[in-house]
């Protein structure tokens, strides 16, 4: 295979973060009452609170999906649909880094996380890119760039979940969405593109269900992140060494050191 070696538009990508920072920017400037949505389910009362932030993390993730169909529509080696697949971490990422930065208070800790996100957006746009072509000699790199990214979002999230003191119901919806997608492009990514819907979703239910057991656990917001990350990981490891073949003892045993120290490092923050 001839290797090859394509950069993105710098323009293009300084276009992208711009837009997508000024979103968030705005989250601190425009301040609107929440408005209560409430839902009746089998006598069950549900009720949500919507405001202008959650509104802008929503924008945020749109500009992030078009942002980076337009940046790939460059790429000399884009074959027509291609795109699609690299639309999910740059969604979740703004989706994910809007939740989080929602959750930080206006101070320094803001500003950190808001110089971060615009950093992680930066890394995921380049390396969705270097992903087109396999022949890219970024594609090793890029690949695992965006592995580690897809695992990191879900840390991220269930910290930020965790630290707004987010409902049950809308938790569980985000975790499972999250997760499901996170994993499912892990898979993609490592089994060459091939696109594994059931082991994601059987993922993504597992992690929920442990998300809801968790919920009311007396645990901090970076625990109850590490608490989750590990199963995602070592399920999402169980199945790519399962489905190319390698036995079932041989392929626990990666998942199982990974998850032991996880669950460690949460068990022993809370000393």
């Known amino acids: 295979m001839a290797l090859s070696h394509y950069k993105p538009d710098n323009d293009r990508i300084n276009v992208l973060i711009a837009t997508i920072l000024l979103a968030y920017a705005l989250t601190r400037v425009i301040n609107t009452p929440d408005y209560i949505f409430r839902v009746n389910l089998a006598d069950i009362h549900l009720a949500f609170s919507l405001n202008i932030n959650m509104a802008i993390s929503f924008l945020a993730g749109g500009l992030a999906a078009t942002g980076v169909d337009w940046l790939l529509r460059g790429h000399p080696s884009i074959q027509p649909g291609e795109t699609i697949e690299h639309w999910l971490l740059p969604t979740l990422m703004a989706l994910v880094m809007g939740i989080a930065l929602y959750a930080l208070p206006t101070g320094v800790?803001?500003?950190?996380?808001?110089?971060?996100?615009?950093?992680?957006?930066?890394?995921?746009?380049?390396?969705?890119?270097?992903?087109?072509?396999?022949?890219?000699?970024?594609?090793?790199?890029?690949?695992?760039?965006?592995?580690?990214?897809?695992?990191?979002?879900?840390?991220?999230?269930?910290?930020?979940?965790?630290?707004?003191?987010?409902?049950?119901?809308?938790?569980?919806?985000?975790?499972?969405?999250?997760?499901?997608?996170?994993?499912?492009?892990?898979?993609?990514?490592?089994?060459?593109?091939r696109w594994e819907f059931g082991w994601a979703i059987g993922i993504a239910l597992i992690a929920t269900q442990l998300g809801a057991a968790l919920h009311y656990w007396?645990?901090?917001?970076?625990?109850?992140?590490?608490?989750?990350?590990?199963?995602?990981?070592?399920?999402?490891?169980?199945?790519?060494?399962?489905?190319?073949?390698?036995?079932?003892?041989?392929?626990?045993?990666?998942?199982?050191?990974?998850?032991?120290?996880?669950?460690?490092?949460?068990?022993?923050?809370?000393?």
């Open 109 to 193: 800790f803001w500003w950190v996380g808001f110089g971060l996100g615009g950093i992680l957006l930066v890394v995921i746009f380049r390396s969705e890119y270097a992903a087109v072509d396999p022949g890219d000699t970024s594609y090793p790199l890029a690949t695992a760039t965006l592995t580690a990214l897809s695992y990191t979002l879900v840390l991220i999230l269930a910290v930020a979940l965790r630290s707004t003191g987010a409902r049950l119901v809308l938790l569980s919806v985000a975790l499972f969405i999250t997760s499901g997608l996170a994993s499912l492009r892990v898979l993609h990514l490592r089994l060459n593109e």
């Open 218 to 271: 007396p645990l901090t917001p970076v625990q109850y992140g590490l608490a989750l990350l590990g199963p995602v990981y070592a399920l999402t490891s169980l199945a790519v060494s399962l489905i190319e073949g390698v036995p079932f003892r041989q392929a626990m045993i990666e998942p199982a050191i990974i998850l032991g120290l996880l669950w460690g490092l949460a068990f022993f923050l809370k000393a």
